[in-house]
């Protein structure tokens, strides 16, 4: 039995994409080790069909941070025994392929993201270039790669010469019961800078909805003194990050979703987000941004909204527009419903186990 390890740097408790994929693996016969790292407030793990790994750092923000959590990983991969390196994202992509290539072993690379475009790295050039060379070197020395969408996968083959396989963050199908839906507004995800976070609670003073924002990210506190400046906390709801299972619970009574973002950086504006599946899952309409794969998704099946750009007036006007014509409601959520039934992880994960299984060879 082939073992694969799959590291991540996140703690592993909310990391739906990882488990999607480790639980998929292990079912086609794979053994599997996720690791990922221990966090001062990491909640207990459940008990899951793969192995889980956290590691402990002194460090948990900035270069000392990278640097031991690096150098933690790669002793943890060179004293294991695995045949597959599933290295995620550029910051664990280092200790995978030196330890795969020490050993005679494989490494599949999967780009979560395009790490040196992500905003907070995009306004730091120093970082970005580090970040840059450490892409340069590893990428092109991978056995496999993957990433998340069409654009991202164009971009890096256009860049690097190599094949980019496309898994995207489709959520398992499911039936969702029929029940009346709040009147709430919803937002999942990080609470970061450049998610229109804060262009949407100015936006909630001229709307006559609630707003749950279930996440957590660098910006919660700058958050909780906007909605004070605001003068709207009766219709703010911060609910912190949820389990899976909680989440699924409250966007399945959601009456909107919010997937907003502001165009930082190639990151943002290739991106395709969990949050848009899982709105269309639970059969939820969504405003979305305009951007290139949300506008191929969006003309596959009309499920959003598409705005073009992220003023107060903008998101005020659409949210409005979706109260307003309930036969355009009616119609997203429709196609919601006939959607979930092709977006769904039982389709994509086909592509995943195409890749793991010519490694395995």
């Known amino acids: 039995m082939k073992h694969i390890v799959c590291t991540v740097i996140n703690d592993l408790s909310t990391d739906q994409r990882m488990h999607r994929i480790a639980d998929t693996l292990v079912l086609a016969g794979y053994r599997v080790t996720l690791i990922g790292r221990q966090l001062p ?42 045949d597959i390196v599933n290295a995620v994202d550029l910051d664990t992509i280092a200790p995978g392929w ?29 970082v970005q270039a ?16 993957y990433t998340v969408s069409r654009s991202i996968a164009s971009a890096l083959e256009q860049t690097y010469g190599i094949s980019f396989g496309l898994v995207r963050n489709m959520p398992v199908e499911r039936t969702v019961r029929e029940q009346e839906k709040g009147r709430y507004i919803l937002y999942q ?6 998610r229109g976070l804060e262009e949407l609670l100015e936006a909630m003073q001229h709307l006559d909805f609630q707003l749950y924002i279930a996440g957590k990210g660098d910006i919660k506190e700058q958050l909780k003194i ?30 909107l979703g919010v997937n907003l ?12 987000a969990n949050k848009f599946f899982d709105y269309v899952q639970s059969g939820v309409p969504q405003i979305t941004m305009a951007f290139p794969e949300y506008q191929v998704m969006n003309r596959e099946y009309e499920v959003a909204l598409l705005i073009p750009d992220l003023s107060v ?38 592509k995943l186990l195409e890749i793991y299984d010519r490694l395995a060879r």
């Open 261 to 272: 973002l502001q165009n930082l950086g190639l990151n943002y504006y290739y991106s395709l």
């Open 98 to 126: 030196l330890a795969a290539r020490m050993k005679g072993k494989k490494i599949a690379y999967d780009a979560h993201e395009w790490f040196p475009y992500c905003p907070e790295i995009v306004v730091r050039p120093r």
């Open 189 to 194: 995800g990080a609470l970061n800078v450049g």
């Open 313 to 350: 007036e903008t998101i005020v006007a659409a949210i409005k527009r979706m109260a307003d014509d309930p036969e355009l409601y009616k119609t997203l959520s429709a196609n919601c419903a006939l959607a979930s039934k092709e977006w769904s992880w039982s389709k994509e994960q086909e």
């Open 41 to 82: 407030d990491s909640r207990p793990l459940h008990p899951q069909n793969f192995r889980q790994v956290r590691l402990c750092c002194f460090f948990h923000k900035g270069f000392l941070f990278y640097a031991e959590y690096n150098i933690r990983l790669w002793f943890w991969l060179l004293f294991h025994s695995f």
């Open 130 to 145: 580090f970040w840059k060379r450490i892409e340069a070197f590893f990428v092109p020395r991978v056995d496999a790669a």
């Open 226 to 255: 906007l909605i004070t400046k605001n003068n709207i906390k009766n219709k703010i709801f911060m609910l912190g990050q949820l389990s899976p299972e909680a989440l699924r619970e409250v966007t399945d009574k959601a009456w």
